[in-house]
């Protein structure tokens, strides 16, 4: 760190303009960047009385060729405590691989937005995963039915319950939970379970597009609508007509847009930005919010009749620290899709990984624990991940868990009630039938035999107990 309090960033690149976007990106977060075109300047600069004050590298234009992976591991060797951040045009998962194997920290793709980069150099310096392997992760196929996804808390049961009867029906879905929860995997399911799954999903995160530009984006533009629009642009509601669109981040959308919103709801027309005439459009519109947005509404943030239009349906996502009784079957299940990707294979995990994972607290979610196990797995050399494949979380702690006795079994299941007392049988019956539904991934041949009940008896029981089959 310079002696004025900015952090200092090595910025590798031989193209001037570039340069200087990710140096005013980053002299956002307070950092001050100082240059190398290429590959001997670099390694020369850490020589020098900048060199020697380094908070982070980054390496921008970067392919997995031989002296890219040349470079990393020298700087590697010559400062190894040093984060090395690798930006790239292409986002594959072969090439997050090969970055990481070089010896790169943190993986970022292009088009950089600003937090992005900064959240990624913060949490490098400070020795965590930033979550910037999202955009990497997530070109893991996600694409799931409900019957597919993992999770047999009975909250988490509970919230898909709702989100597929609501599938069925043509109302607006409003999704609500932390960051990471797997909105966006539950928003897939409900197109996927819609009369409209044969047409298009299109997705706008709300919050990773600028204020200015946001109404072009979604509702669209005429040439010449304003300064810079040298061209027609069609809209995503036109992009998703006959089909789904998903608005994440709906709270992070600015007032006149949200007016804008509101109208297409009550209408089916969308206007673009300078057209004359509207153009009505057939859109189911699931939105998405990691607030309570009933809180932005109070504040003034949000529209309040946007609000109850978008929440005809509201799903609400319970965060993985209180459901972990599912990390075990989470984990594997999330650790056989990543062995899918190039450049990977099909790795196990030990309890004793699998009991380090259960006891963290998460508060990245899902999306933190797929990132933890794609990191773990770039770098394992073994054929099954153990402890100390994950040294983030081991050295981050875990939480104290209740000492309550049998206070939950082993899969998840509530026993004791918060003041000691035992919770009903039915209660601990219908968690459990729920538990099995999700951990057979609704087989009800298996759920039934693995309860030792008969169908007629299960279903009979499903009845009784007010238990939807896709719970």
Same mark, same amino acid.
């Given at each position: 760190?310079?002696?004025?309090?900015?952090?200092?960033?090595?910025?590798?690149?031989?193209?001037?303009?570039?340069?200087?976007?990710?140096?005013?990106?980053?002299?956002?977060?307070?950092?001050?960047?100082?240059?190398?075109?290429?590959?001997?300047?670099?390694?020369?600069?850490?020589?020098?009385?900048?060199?020697?004050?380094?908070?982070?590298?980054?390496?921008?234009?970067?392919?997995?060729?031989?002296? =890219?992976?040349?470079?990393?591991?020298?700087?590697?060797?010559?400062?190894?405590?040093?984060?090395?951040?690798v930006?790239?045009?292409?986002?594959?998962?072969?090439?997050?691989?090969?970055?990481?194997?070089?010896?790169?920290?943190?993986?970022?793709?292009?088009?950089?937005?600003?937090?992005?980069l900064?959240?990624?150099?913060?949490?490098?310096?400070?020795?965590?995963?930033?979550?910037?392997?999202?955009?990497?992760?997530?070109?893991?196929? =996600?694409?799931?039915?409900?019957?597919?996804?993992?999770?047999?808390?009975?909250?988490?049961?509970?919230?898909?319950?709702?989100?597929?009867?609501?599938?069925?029906?043509?109302?607006?879905?409003?999704?609500?939970?932390?960051?990471?929860?797997?909105?966006?995997?539950?928003?897939? =399911?409900?197109?996927?379970a819609?009369?409209?799954?044969?047409k298009?999903?299109?997705?706008?995160?709300?919050?990773?597009?600028?204020?200015?530009?946001?109404?072009?984006?979604?509702?669209?533009?005429?040439?010449?609508?304003?300064?810079?629009?040298?061209?027609?642009?069609?809209?995503?509601?036109?992009?998703?007509?006959?089909?789904?669109?998903?608005?994440?981040?709906?709270?992070?959308?600015?007032?006149?847009?949200?007016?804008?919103?509101?109208?297409?709801?009550?209408?089916?027309?969308?206007?673009?930005?300078?057209?004359?005439?509207?153009?009505?459009?057939?859109?189911?519109?699931i939105?998405?919010?990691?607030?309570k947005?009933?809180?932005?509404?109070?504040?003034?943030?949000?529209r309040?009749?946007?609000?109850?239009?978008?929440?005809?349906?509201?799903?609400?996502?319970?965060?993985?620290?209180?459901?972990?009784?599912?990390?075990?079957?989470?984990?594997?299940?999330?650790?056989?899709?990543?062995?899918?990707?190039?450049?990977?294979?099909?790795?196990?995990?030990?309890?004793?990984?699998?009991?380090?994972?259960?006891?963290?607290d998460?508060?990245?979610?899902?999306?933190?624990?797929?990132?933890?196990?794609?990191?773990?797995?770039?770098?394992?050399?073994?054929?099954?991940?153990?402890?100390?494949?994950?040294?983030e979380?081991?050295?981050?702690?875990?939480?104290e868990?209740?000492?309550?006795?049998?206070?939950?079994?082993?899969?998840?299941?509530?026993?004791?009630?918060p003041?000691?007392?035992?919770?009903?049988?039915?209660?601990?019956?219908?968690?459990?039938?729920?538990?099995?539904?999700?951990?057979?991934?609704?087989?009800?041949?298996?759920?039934?035999?693995?309860?030792?009940?008969?169908?007629?008896?299960?279903?009979?029981?499903?009845?009784?107990?007010?238990?939807?089959?896709?719970?």
């Amino acid at each position: 760190m310079t002696r004025n309090g900015q952090r200092l960033l090595l910025l590798i690149d031989d193209e001037p303009a570039q340069r200087r976007l990710v140096a005013a990106l980053a002299a956002r977060g307070g950092w001050r960047a100082v240059f190398a075109a290429d590959d001997e300047t670099a390694i020369a600069t850490l020589g020098t009385q900048d060199g020697m004050q380094l908070d982070a590298i980054v390496i921008d234009h970067w392919a997995p060729d031989e002296d =890219a992976t040349t470079l990393i591991a020298t700087l590697r060797e010559r400062r190894p405590a040093l984060p090395i951040l690798v930006i790239t045009a292409n986002g594959s998962v072969a090439h997050a691989v090969s970055a990481m194997r070089a010896g790169a920290t943190d993986f970022l793709v292009k088009p950089l937005a600003p937090d992005r980069l900064l959240a990624a150099l913060d949490a490098a310096v400070a020795g965590k995963s930033s979550g910037e392997l999202r955009p990497l992760t997530e070109k893991i196929p =996600a694409l799931l039915a409900f019957d597919e996804i993992v999770g047999s808390s009975p909250d988490f049961r509970a919230a898909l319950a709702i989100a597929a009867k609501a599938a069925r029906a043509r109302v607006a879905i409003l999704l609500e939970g932390e960051i990471g929860v797997g909105k966006d995997v539950i928003a897939e =399911a409900i197109h996927a379970a819609s009369p409209r799954a044969k047409k298009p999903m299109i997705s706008v995160n709300c919050g990773a597009i600028p204020a200015n530009l946001i109404e072009s984006e979604v509702f669209g533009h005429e040439k010449g609508a304003f300064t810079g629009a040298f061209e027609r642009k069609i809209g995503r509601f036109h992009d998703a007509d006959g089909g789904t669109l998903f608005l994440d981040e709906v709270g992070e959308m600015p007032l006149e847009a949200q007016a804008k919103l509101l109208h297409v709801l009550q209408t089916g027309e969308v206007l673009a930005i300078g057209a004359r005439h509207p153009r009505e459009v057939d859109v189911r519109v699931i939105a998405a919010t990691n607030t309570k947005l009933l809180d932005e509404v109070e504040a003034g943030r949000f529209r309040e009749d946007l609000y109850y239009r978008l929440n005809a349906v509201q799903v609400t996502i319970p965060p993985l620290r209180e459901r972990t009784g599912d990390i075990p079957a989470l984990a594997r299940h999330l650790l056989a899709r990543i062995a899918e990707q190039p450049g990977l294979r099909p790795l196990g995990i030990t309890d004793s990984a699998l009991a380090l994972l259960v006891q963290y607290d998460w508060p990245g979610n899902v999306r933190q624990l797929q990132n933890a196990l794609f990191r773990a797995a770039v770098l394992c050399e073994d054929t099954a991940l153990t402890e100390e494949d994950f040294p983030e979380i081991a050295a981050l702690g875990t939480r104290e868990r209740p000492s309550a006795p049998a206070a939950v079994g082993g899969g998840g299941v509530t026993l004791f009630r918060p003041d000691g007392n035992l919770r009903a049988l039915e209660e601990i019956e219908a968690d459990v039938i729920r538990l099995a539904i999700g951990h057979y991934r609704g087989r009800m041949t298996e759920v039934a035999r693995r309860l030792g009940i008969g169908r007629s008896t299960l279903y009979r029981k499903l009845g009784e107990l007010g238990i939807d089959n896709a719970a």
